[in-house]
């Protein structure tokens, strides 16, 4: 968290806007995990594990994109808290006073290596009850996506491998290592603007994932910002349209990979 960056990038993230509608799941906890869970639709055989971004799994833009996946992507949605319970106040973010919030001191208990391990043990029990994985992450859930289907996860859970794709939106935290590691097809959705997912790591995804073989889709939002695919921010020209092609795509890019389940 030594990059002068992660000022701007936190902030840039937190920067909210509370959509119209209320989320219709349910909180869950599944069997051998503690993480509690937001938990919508009601597939058997396809899930999507949600990652969410410094907002966190109570948030209620997340929970009404998890309702939107498992609409039309028929799946069952899963959207863990990866914070400990910890949350950041929405209502200073939202209306800017950002003397109250201090975003670096909140995300240190949550670092990739601390949270790492309950990612993954939330995965191994999805796969356990459903056919078929797929796994979306935004900001901080971005790295995690990358991870959970990297070369080194895939012999998990019987050589099926912990997840069956992967969608990444605005990633942060994320490395080279990641990328080069990446072993199931991927889906990028970059925003022009975002001092996270750099330009040099944007070329550096190209360069890496043709040389690696594996499916991958790249989706560029011209003009819009880190962020935009969870605020989708009516106040800002261009971002809901731009939250709203991004979840068509991750919709897509999950029907597709999905398409040889058993339902």
Known sequence: MSDPNTREILDCCLKGFEWEGTPTGTVQTLPGVGNPAYVTGTNPSRAIFLIHDLFGWTFPNTRLLADHYAREANATVYLPDFFGGDVIEWEPVINERWEEVNAPKFIAPHTREIREPEIFAYARALREKHAKV???????????????????????????????????????????????????????????????????????????????????????????????????????????????????AAVGWFNQWFHDDLE
């Open 134 to 248: 797929g796994a979306i992450g935004f900001c901080y859930g971005g790295w995690a996506v990358f991870r959970l289907g990297s070369k080194g996860n895939a012999d998990a859970c019987g050589g099926k491998g912990l997840i069956d794709c992967a969608v990444a939106g605005h990633p942060t935290f994320l490395t080279e290592k990641d990328i080069d590691e990446v072993a199931v097809p991927v889906q990028i959705l970059a925003p022009e603007i975002d001092a996270a997912y750099t330009p040099e790591l944007k070329a550096y995804t190209f360069t890496s994932l043709q040389k690696s073989g594996i499916s991958f889709d790249y989706q560029h939002f011209p003009r819009a910002v880190h962020a935009c695919f969870v605020r989708g921010d009516l106040r800002v020209k261009g971002e809901r349209e731009a939250m709203v092609r991004g979840k068509n």
